[in-house]
């Protein structure tokens, strides 16, 4: 029952959340929309951003499981952003809250992931010194996670899907390249 309370007050959440900014929704809000009393939203949940960090660091914690392997670029960038394309709306009113930092922190652990986890093949077999992989890591955690901040800012009108496609089609070979030096 405990799991199904929770599901519930979520899939409330994540539903007004849709609909209307956060600072507009209420615990009030959530418990009538899923038919629970106020005893039971705090018998499971602190507060409002308790809420919020439980289901962003289980979307997060999904999306890596979903992904054990990650084969590109252009896949670990729509890893990182899939859950947000999925959610618009929703994570619009999470960013232009109180609470970003907790959406900026699951953005971070899905880039972190993501490139940690493309890296592991683009280095593989590659003699390279751990100190340049954490430089190249951290490149592209910054460029992921900075691009998608950027999109966000911009209220993420435009099909990021295509800006994604197109930047690796602009880098396409630095990578490789940058490996290549480190290597040498």
């Not at 007050?9 to 609909?19: N, Q, R, V």
């Not at 960013?95 to 993501?114: G, H, M, P, T």
């Amino acid at each position: 029952m405990t799991n199904l309370t929770k599901k519930a007050i979520k899939e409330a959440f994540l539903e007004l959340l849709s609909d209307r900014p956060l600072h507009q929704i209420t615990i009030k809000d959530i418990v009538e929309k899923c038919g629970i009393n106020r005893n039971s939203f705090y018998y499971h949940y602190q507060d409002m951003p308790a809420l919020i960090e439980e289901i962003v660091t289980e979307e997060a914690d999904a999306i890596i499981n979903e992904y054990p392997s990650i084969d590109s670029v252009e896949i670990a960038f729509n890893v990182a952003l899939e859950f947000a394309r999925k959610n618009r709306t929703a994570i619009l009113h999470i960013y232009n809250s109180v609470n970003r930092d907790i959406f900026e922190q699951y953005l971070w652990k899905v880039c972190d992931y993501a490139v940690t986890t493309f890296g592991e093949r683009a280095f593989a077999n590659k003699e390279i010194n751990s100190s340049d992989k954490e430089v190249i890591s951290n490149f592209y955690k910054c460029e992921f996670f900075g691009f998608a901040i950027n999109w966000l800012q911009s209220g993420m009108k435009e099909d990021v899907s295509e800006r994604i496609s197109r930047v690796c089609e602009l880098q396409h070979g630095m990578l490789e390249e940058t490996i290549n030096r480190c290597s040498k």
